[in-house]
């Protein structure tokens, strides 16, 4: 019997969730009282901050990204949000499919990178139904001036990532990988006829 790697799936995923719903709330909370809502990491490449924007009458709330990755989909504020929420979902039904498949669960790398991108999907889907928009707070500035990111959108790069090199690598298959073991466990034939030979 293979073993099954499903259970890393969704421990990656749940992980990441985690991690991630933890770095926005915690970040924004300790940028509340920060000057210009900013904290400095690595000086001139990396800062950590949280957006703000002004109302319609002139008070300041949180600034969140109705879109995706990049800054795309930054037209209609709300459609963009129900747009990108509703992919989300659709993501996330697929992938917990995919996870139930036996094919899959025998897979560790496609668990590993299934993992992390559920992991990203379900961050910033909660950000989407709760908040309205993505809450963003990563800025990279140094020789390329990144839009502002999250975790959630780390994993879901790094997921992506990491299907696609496993789509351009040779799989091998089930059947092959029992082939294998089964010629490493078992020793050759002659091999035993010279044990025989030998008085063995």
């Given at each position: 019997m293979q073993p099954t790697h499903r259970m890393l799936l969704y421990i990656l995923a749940l992980t990441g969730l985690a991690v991630d719903q933890a770095g926005k709330y915690g970040v924004f909370a300790w940028l509340r009282e920060a000057p210009s809502y900013r904290r400095e990491v690595i000086p001139g490449a990396f800062d950590l901050v949280a957006q703000r924007k002004l109302d319609k009458d002139g008070k300041t709330v949180l600034h969140v990204n109705?879109?995706?990755?990049?800054?795309?989909?930054?037209?209609?504020?709300?459609?963009?949000?129900?747009?990108?929420?509703?992919?989300?979902?659709?993501?996330?039904?697929?992938?917990?499919?995919?996870?139930?498949?036996?094919?899959?669960?025998?897979?560790?790398?496609?668990?590993?990178?299934?993992?992390?991108?559920?992991?990203?999907?379900?961050?910033?889907?909660?950000?989407?139904?709760?908040?309205?928009?993505?809450?963003?707070?990563?800025?990279?500035?140094y020789l390329v001036d990144w839009p502002v990111f999250n975790f959630a959108d780390c994993c879901l790069v790094f997921g992506a990532g990491l299907l696609l090199l496993q789509a351009f690598q040779p799989q091998q298959s089930p059947e092959d990988a029992e082939t294998a073991t089964a010629s490493v466990s078992s020793p050759p034939a002659h091999a035993e006829y010279l044990a025989v030979g030998q008085g063995k």
């Open positions: 109705p879109g995706a990755l990049f800054g795309l989909g930054q037209w209609g504020e709300g459609t963009a949000n129900t747009i990108f929420a509703a992919i989300s979902l659709v993501a996330a039904g697929v992938i917990l499919f995919w996870s139930c498949l036996a094919s899959t669960a025998r897979d560790r790398r496609l668990c590993v990178a299934l993992g992390l991108i559920f992991a990203g999907t379900l961050g910033n889907l909660y950000d989407r139904l709760f908040f309205g928009g993505v809450r963003d707070f990563l800025h990279w500035h």
